[in-house]
């Protein structure tokens, strides 16, 4: 079994005050970490800056604030793109999240990224002879007491109902809080600061010019996914290119392609969208300033060039990113 921590999902208010549950839920994971001797780990979505001690009087060893919202208010896929990214660096043993509004639609969504499974509305926990989370709720309408476990995928993930779990006290040494900017942010803030100091933001501007240039290729697989990429490289002040697949597709015009047999370009950010990674691909963009890449194969070539890689679908990509770079902070 895993060892490396119990981690609780809080929920911040408005006000930047935690919801009771948020003390419930670190009370039942202090209870575990007891059985188990791991760390309490918290997991807050908030602001840099967020003051989180206040989880080090109620049984957190370490929070982990998840820097990641650039538009300052709720935002699904951001919150489950960042916790599930935490996750699976962290890799707890467990993770709990309050069963409240946030929680329900949270919790399923990043079980579902990590493919695990979940237990809703547990009423008490308990850890077996070999380790394992017992995760215990009503079944049958009320008439049973069921006992789950997750004896295939880690982490165990379960969901508890506020006011079912007391509130403890419990001041831990060397508190430590660490702040996680997720992928997503680092180039949010890249692409704003580009941006700020650009002269040339225009999204007019043919592919040799550009600083910014979003590359479309194999893996982007229609044209009107292609046509988003291009509305969201211009909404970032940046142009579309493409691979040489796109082109023998008849998608975008062969003066668009980057490559050997296209041409060779080295914009400040370029962003290789289901795109390989040929060596021929390469050669027309690989002194790029800063390269992106997201690609469903985590083997793929692309990913030895760049600096930022995500292991995603593209459309998914898309949905995250329009997000996280169309809007300023407010
Ligand atoms: C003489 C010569 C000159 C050439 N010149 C050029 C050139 O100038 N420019 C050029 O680009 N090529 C050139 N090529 C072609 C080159 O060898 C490759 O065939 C081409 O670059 C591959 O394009 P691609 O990466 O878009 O497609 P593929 O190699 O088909 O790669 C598609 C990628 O998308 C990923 N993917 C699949 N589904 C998804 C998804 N849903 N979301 C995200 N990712 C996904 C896949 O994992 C794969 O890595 C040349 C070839 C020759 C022989």
Redesign the pocket.
């Known amino acids: 079994m895993r060892n490396s921590g119990i981690a609780v999902l809080c929920s911040v208010e408005a006000d930047g005050s935690f919801k009771n549950v948020t003390f419930e839920l670190l009370g039942a994971a202090r209870s575990l970490a007891e059985k188990t001797g791991e760390k309490v780990i918290a997991l807050v979505c908030a602001d840099e800056n967020f003051n989180a001690s206040v989880l080090g009087n109620f049984g957190a060893d370490k929070v982990f604030v998840l820097d990641h919202r650039k538009t300052g208010f709720f935002e699904l896929d951001a919150d489950v793109s960042a916790i599930s990214s935490i996750i699976s660096d962290i890799q707890p043993s467990i993770v709990l999240f309050p069963a409240t509004d946030y929680g329900r639609v949270l919790a399923p969504e990043v079980a579902a990224r990590l493919h695990c499974g979940i237990t809703a509305d547990c009423t008490d926990f308990d850890i077996d002879a070999e380790g394992r989370l017992v995760q215990i709720r009503p079944a049958l309408g009320g008439n049973i007491t069921a006992h789950i476990i997750s004896p295939s995928t880690l982490p165990q993930m379960a969901t508890a109902r506020p006011s079912v779990f007391k509130k403890r006290e419990y001041k831990t040494e060397n508190f430590e809080k660490i702040v996680v900017k997720n992928d997503f942010a680092i180039l949010a803030e890249k692409v704003l600061k580009l941006n700020e100091n650009s002269i040339i933001t225009s999204s007019e501007a043919k592919i040799e010019d550009a600083s910014i240039v979003v590359s479309v290729?194999?893996?982007?697989?229609s044209r009107e996914l292609i046509q988003r990429l291009g509305d969201f490289a211009a909404s970032i002040g940046g142009v579309l290119a493409c691979?040489?697949?796109?082109v023998e597709k008849g998608w975008l015009e062969q003066s668009l392609?980057?490559?050997?047999?296209?041409k060779t370009i080295t914009p400040e950010i370029y962003f290789a969208?289901?795109?390989?990674?040929?060596?021929?691909?390469l050669?027309?963009m690989k002194s790029s300033g800063f390269i992106v890449a997201?690609?469903?194969?985590k083997s793929?070539e692309?990913f030895s060039y760049s600096d930022i890689g995500f292991v995603?679908?593209?459309?998914e990509w898309l949905n995250s990113a329009e997000k996280f770079f169309t809007r300023q902070p407010e």
């Open positions: 290729g194999n893996g982007v697989s691979s040489r697949k796109i392609q980057v490559g050997q047999s296209g969208i289901g795109i390989s990674g040929a060596v021929q691909h050669a027309g997201v690609n469903t194969d793929a692309i995603m679908d593209a459309e």
